[in-house]
């Protein structure tokens, strides 16, 4: 009986070519691309088509363009200094793929496109590799002083050095599944509970006390997702600009 | 050695794994509830120092996903 209404919680997250067919290439158009290029398309539609007015007092889409530009402009300026403003349009690119990826996956039957470690991971790779590399070009060999730190007693400074160099390169790990692991357990949590809802339909007797209660927690869960959809762009874009600082000045 | 017992052992890794995410969870809480407290004291200054806080929060669950990663890999890649 109920294993004519079985759901998998993890289904949701297959990756599926669009167009007919099961083998995914490289070129393949899935609904993984197909959520990405909806998501590019309203960056464009908000910060080139929506600012295009350039109006002194702006209108609704230019002043909700303004919000984002001036959110992430400031958080660049604070956290990692005035001279890393140059870099502030990459930083607000990863915001805004981020942003969209994650609010448009709360949409019911969207895809998570963030919710898979291997759209995050090249994210954090590529700003791992940068800033190491921008580390390298901007101070050379003091880059390393990273590693070595002037502040501690010099006996302890190996042992920091080996911790420092281990907690330097985990950084694309944690920086990419913290936040597909965010997106991918809320989604699996509301799928689960949807599970529940749907308990109704194979017996009412006990559906009459379970689904009001799934639904409630679909509800509830689903905020929280909202919340947590712009705390973890917030997050992965402020740990950017945590490892920009780094590069920009290693010295502790 | 036995397939069965090898499941067997990398399933109870992956649960004992689960521990470290309850404990990073601690570490979190105790960032936000530091934060606030230093806010109700210093309310003017709290706006401020929100950035602080979700780097704190940021650094303090990654050792949690460092044991989910360990739980994942324990059950579906060993």
């Known amino acids: 009986m109920a294993s004519s209404l079985t759901f998998h919680p993890m289904e949701q997250f297959t990756v599926s070519p669009l167009f007919g067919g099961h083998e995914v290439h490289w070129y393949t158009i899935t609904n993984q691309t197909l959520w990405m290029a909806i998501g590019i398309c309203c960056i464009l539609l908000l910060l080139v088509i929506g600012a295009r007015a350039r109006a002194l007092v702006p209108g609704r889409s230019q002043s909700a363009a303004e919000v984002f530009y001036s959110f992430v402009h400031n958080m660049v300026r604070d956290v990692t200094g005035e001279d890393a403003l140059p870099y502030f349009p990459y930083v607000l690119t990863i915001f805004c793929f981020v942003f969209f990826a994650n609010t448009l996956s709360l949409i019911p039957t969207s895809f998570a496109v963030t919710s898979h470690v291997a759209v995050t991971g090249l994210l954090a790779i590529i700003v791992f590799l940068s800033v190491t590399i921008l580390g390298f070009v901007k101070n050379g060999a003091h880059f390393l002083e990273l590693f070595w730190v002037k502040s501690a007693p010099w006996y302890v400074r190996p042992a920091l050095a080996v911790i420092e160099l281990i907690s330097y390169f985990v950084r694309p790990v944690s920086h990419s599944i913290r936040l597909a692991g965010n997106m991918m357990a809320g989604h699996a949590v509301m799928e689960v509970f949807a599970t529940f809802a749907a308990l109704i339909v194979i017996s009412p007797l006990v559906g009459v006390f379970v689904t009001p209660l799934s639904l409630a927690a679909i509800t509830a869960m689903y905020a929280l997702e909202v919340l947590v959809a712009v705390v973890q762009a917030y997050i992965f874009t402020i740990l950017t600009c945590v490892y920009l600082k780094d590069a920009l000045h290693p010295s502790h | ?78």
């Open chain 2, 1 to 78: 050695m036995n397939p069965e017992l090898l499941k067997m052992g990398a399933y109870i890794g992956a649960g004992l794994a689960g521990i470290g995410s309850g404990v990073s969870a601690i570490g979190v809480g105790y960032v936000a509830g530091n934060y606030l407290s230093g806010a109700l004291r210093n309310p003017s200054a709290a706006a401020g120092q929100i950035a602080y806080l979700f780097i704190g929060m940021a650094f303090a669950e990654a050792l949690g996903i460092f044991s989910f990663l360990v739980a994942i890999l324990l059950m579906f890649a060993v």
